[in-house]
T-cell receptor
Framework: NAGVTQTPKFRILKIGQSMTLQCTQD?????MYWYRQDPGMGLKLIYY???????DKGEVPNGYNVSRSTTEDFPLRLELAAPSQTSVYFC?????????????FGEGSWLTVV | GQNIDQPTEMTATEGAIVQINCTYQ??????LFWYQQHAGEAPTFLSY??LDGLEEKGRFSSFLSRSKGYSYLLLKELQMKDSASYLC??????????WGAGTKLIIKP
């Protein structure tokens, strides 16, 4: 079972460049999330979606954009990369809201902005 | 504000028992999760508590006291592969997950 798949795993960006982190899940989950994890810090929610066509800001949305055209896909767009966006990014999904529903994570994307 | 506190790092010996504590102050409570995260990998689900008491799952147990805003994860018969970070996360009244910074557990032979 593939679960949550995100690409690329590693990427180096120059300041001001743009890129998209891809995420897809094959579990027919309604909820999808993008988190970033900085060293020694907890996971911070960037954006989330409760279903196709619906997206909402999380705790740290500035500098990012998302779309949810299908149930399976939830790409994260960085428009003008900044060094502060150097982090590990995790895409995740759950069947419903997180009360009692396990979140499944992708393997992570290590992004460095130089 | 919302806050989850866990020790930054703990060390234990192979074969022993270790308890990782988590205290939380959140706007509402709709459950508490424990996740395990090995270095360079994604978090994986360990346990979920929504009612007070102890949930046991093999070598791992998780306890919750909602009145005290407190949980712990108990790991028995420690193995070297248990070396990882353990993340505590609470679902608040808006069903948003609030994550602790994680506790890095180091197992020594």
């Amino acid at each position: 079972n593939a679960g949550v798949t995100q690409t690329p795993k590693f990427r180096i960006l120059k300041i001001g460049q743009s890129m998209t982190l891809q995420c897809t899940q094959d579990m027919n989950h309604n909820y999808m999330y993008w988190y970033r994890q900085d060293p020694g810090m907890g996971l911070k929610l960037i954006y989330y979606s409760v279903g196709a066509g619906i997206t909402d800001k999380g705790e740290v949305p500035n500098g990012y954009n998302v779309s949810r055209s299908t149930t399976e896909d939830f790409p994260l767009r960085l428009e003008l990369a900044a060094p502060s966006q150097t982090s590990v990014y995790f895409c995740a999904s759950s069947y419903e809201a997180t009360s009692g529903n396990t979140i499944y994570f992708g393997e992570g994307s290590w992004l460095t902005v130089v | 504000g919302q806050n989850i506190d866990q020790p930054t790092e703990m060390t234990a010996t192979e074969g022993a028992i270790v308890q990782i504590n988590c205290t939380y102050q959140t706007s509402g409570f709709n459950g508490l999760f424990w996740y395990q995260q090995h270095a360079g990998e994604a978090p994986t689900f360990l346990s979920y508590n929504v009612l007070d008491g102890l949930e046991e799952k093999g070598r791992f147990s998780s306890f919750l006291s909602r009145s005290k805003g407190y949980s712990y994860l108990l790991l028995k018969e420690l193995q070297m592969k248990d070396s990882a970070s353990y993340l505590c996360a609470v679902t608040d009244s808006n069903y948003q997950l609030i994550w602790g910074a994680g506790t890095k557990l180091i197992i020594k032979p």
